[in-house]
Structures are given as C-alpha cells and as structure tokens.
C-alpha cells in the first residue's frame, strides 16, 4: 500500500471512477459525484471546493479520477494544440516582479527592444512555418512610444492580415492606458480595431492583493485586473484566464480564484480557456529570498489541474497544460486528470526557460501529436478561440472539422 492508498499516485490513470469511488472519504465523495452527475461546478458549495483542494491520501487519486471522467464528459477525448508563435518585443521592464527572471533593468548588457519591423518580420516566419497565432507579449520599459501596442497590431496586420494577434497582458493594458491617457473602454476597443483579436489572461497570478504584495508591489491590482478583463470581454476581446501556483499561496487562493473566474465567465462568457500556471522558482528572487517554496510538488501539479477541471465545469470547459512549466511525462500525466488542451507550439518561448524550466523553447505539432497519442487521445490542431478543430491523426489524410463553441459576439 502506498502512501496515497490504493493507488500509487503516478498510477492513478489506470483506475476508473468505481474502482476509487468506494475508498474516498465520505464528504469528497458525495461532492465529487454530484458534480459528476450535474457536470457543472456550480452545484458545490465553497466548503466542498476547499475540501477537494485540500485533498490527500485516497481522496487526491479520487479527485483526478473524478477529473478525468467529467473531461471526457464534457470535451471528449481530442486532445488540442494551437500552432502559434510567442513573441516578447522586449525584455526591459520597470515592474520588478520577485518571480520573474525574464525581465531586465534598461543597462543591463542583455537587453533587447525589437523594432515593428522586427516583430512584423517574425509574424512572416510565423505563418510561413504553418502557425495561426501570435502571441505578443513583452516588458514595460519607462518611455515606451504611447501607442507603440497599437503599431505593433497595426505592423503585424499588415504583414500578415490573417494572423490572429494574441496580445498584451492586463498589465500592458494598464500600461497602455496610462501612456495614452485614454479611458480603459476607448483603448480596447482602439486596439482592437487596430487588430488585437484576443487577449492572454496572464498577469493574475494569484488574484489576492495581500499574495500580489509579497510577489510584486508594482502590479496592477486585483480590483484592475477583474477591471481590464470584464471591459475587454465586454468589447468583444475574449481571454485567457491563468492562475500561478507553487509560490506562496495555498489552496484556498485557488479555490476563490477559481470560483472568480466562473462568476466573470457567468457575466460575460469571454474566457476561452483555463490555464494553471506552475511558479518555475530556480532564477527567481522569491525562492532565492528564501520567500517562496521551490515550486509546485508533483501532487499540487495534478491537483490543480483536476481541481480546476472540476470547479470550472459547465463555466470554462478548455483546461490546458503549460507544456513550458513541466516536463513532458508529467504534461501528459496532467492529461489524464483533467486537462484537455496542449496549449501552443510557442516556437520560441523565452519566459520560462530564464526562470529555469528545461522542457525547450517549442514543441513541434508533431511532437505533440505523439504526446497525445500515447496518452490514448485523440490530437486536433485548433484556432486560438477553439472555434476550428482539425484532427491531425499522422498518416491519416483524413481531417474532421467542427465548432464546439458558438463564436463570441
Ligand atoms: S512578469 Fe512581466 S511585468 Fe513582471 S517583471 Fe516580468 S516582464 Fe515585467
């Protein structure tokens, strides 16, 4: 007998829901088969959400297998990835976050700012390597061009008219508006009539002001952050949405994290998709200062990835795996308890790798269509909004093609 019960957590995704149903503690069980049954997340209450975050023993197998049932209810068993290109047009930034080991003060010797030339030429290389999104994103350096955001839509619009601009955290925006002087409504919408077509939920991280203080004094809040997301949403630019996990937080940030995410999704229908986020702490100030842990355990990696599946069921149905922050066996274990979505190719992903994750800078559709089809799954390459889904089965000629969701208006 393991630790965990009867099941060795690495071999839980072997077990179907009656094998493990009958060893649960009697309060997670009830609360996991009503959500089974209605496969909506709604029907539990915030007691028995913080129950299943804090699950152990019989009950965390319990919890995955119970993730992985209602995935399959709910989504099936395609497995999808999107081909895109990550683009950081800067590394300088003033913001100072304690986790992050991407950014660099104006004189240090490594810095870089790519021009809109530079950036509308690796959108070109972008399409010409097969992708449909690029996913922009940089540092906020002091004396940035007041509508240097909206140039660089404009610059990769007219390269490349088709491709779909993932852009700007809530952060940026913030930024943006504060350079323009613009109300937050006007300038979304400015942008996207520039071209910005989606949104990348990220610099939530925990959405908990006293969490945000020890992490980073200079993002924006959680009141902003809830601010930029509902406007965006409201104007048409759907989202992302993230949550960072294995730094200083506990399980019940996640929980009310997540229960947030479902009452914004419950006003606006705006997110696209869930992604948990692992804290990657080697190059970090706030591991090194002896602040936060050396990031999530293997277990809290499961976990989050089920808990949200979980929670979020019937509010956000797409929860992905950031191959990025994990390695790829444990990518696919994340597979099986609960997730559904491989996340994007990124080509050339800078962010994680200088906070120390060793899983490579892209990950090729090829790969991930092995990945996925080791696990049992199906692979699909989608857009960015999951409204476009082509099943990409090697060999086979044969593409299926469907819209799961209705397009947002
Ligand atoms: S996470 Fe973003 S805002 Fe924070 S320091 Fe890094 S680049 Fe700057």
Redesign the pocket.
Known sequence: MSKSGICDLANFSSLEWCDIAPHLSCEIRTALEHVLEAQDGAVLSREQSLLLANAEGDDLPGLLVAANELRRDLVGNIVTYVVNRNINFTNI?F???KF?A??RGPREPDTYFRSLEQVAAKAVEARNLGATEVCIQG??PHGLPPFYYRDILRAVKRAVPGMHIHAFSP?EIVYGVELTGMPLDDYLRMLRENGLDTLPGTAAEILDDDVRFIL?RN?LSTEQWKQVIRTAHCAGIRSTSTLMYGHVESPAHWVNQLLLLREIQKETCGFTEFVPLGFVHQNTLLFHQGIARPGPTFAEHLKIHALSRILLAGAINNVQVSWVKLNKPLSQLCLHAGANDYGGTLMEENISREAGATAGQYTSPQEFQSLILEVGRIPAERNTTYTRINIKVPGDQFIFEQAPEPEFA
């Open positions: 930034c913001v100072g976050c992050c991407f950014s540092g906020l952060m980073s993002k």
